[in-house]
């Protein structure tokens, strides 16, 4: 159904009516998608298996990563070219052979997400720890990164002595040994 403008700076415009399409087909396609999202949650993506939380403090940046049902042998961390890279891969529990499954929705095989360091990490410290199913990366700034505390000075005295590459105080001294 095509709605008429109401307002005066839409009456003579030719994309009045396209617009009112436009919000007809998007509510469609949003309908659609609600009617398709439990078929898109089998399908899932990399952050819905493996969802994390990176934090930063002064220090450096922490990672946090949900590995639920896989054990620390099956889990891989990479450094390389810039590139944080965690492989882990949760393997098919044995089942007994005269039994029939009547539901299997526990995911298996290999999950993979990758994250770019970010400039000012020391890549040689990155540390991992894996408890109860969360993998813990630590990947500490470099001294260069961190925050410094600079002094302020009074007056210019300072500021044109570090520009004249202390020349007054060379001046000083001739005169004083004059």
């Known amino acids: 159904m095509v709605r008429l403008a109401l307002r005066n700076n839409d009456l003579g415009s030719p994309w009045t009516a396209f617009s009112d399409w436009t919000r007809e087909f998007d509510q469609i396609f949003d309908d659609m998608n609600r009617a398709l999202a439990p078929t898109r949650m089998l399908q899932g993506n990399m952050s819905d298996l493996a969802p994390c939380d ?3 403090s002064e220090n450096g940046f922490y990672l946090s990563m949900d590995l639920p ?3 620390k042998d099956n889990i891989n961390v ?7 890279t965690v492989t882990a891969e949760r393997k098919h529990e044995a089942s007994t052979q005269d039994s029939k499954a009547h539901r299997v929705e526990r995911r298996i095989g290999k999950i993979q997400r990758s994250f770019r360091i970010p400039d000012g990490v ?6 991992a720890s894996f408890d109860n199913g969360v993998l813990h990366l630590t990947l500490p700034k470099s001294d260069l990164a961190k925050p410094k505390k600079i002094e302020i000075g009074t007056g210019k005295s300072g500021f044109i002595r570090n520009l004249l590459g202390n020349k007054e105080d060379s001046k000083q001294d001739v005169a004083i040994n004059s």
């Open 54 to 56: 990176i934090h930063e």
């Open 69 to 71: 049902g896989v054990s």
């Open 78 to 84: 990479e450094s390389n070219n810039g590139l944080l």
């Open 122 to 127: 020391n890549g040689e410290q990155i540390q």
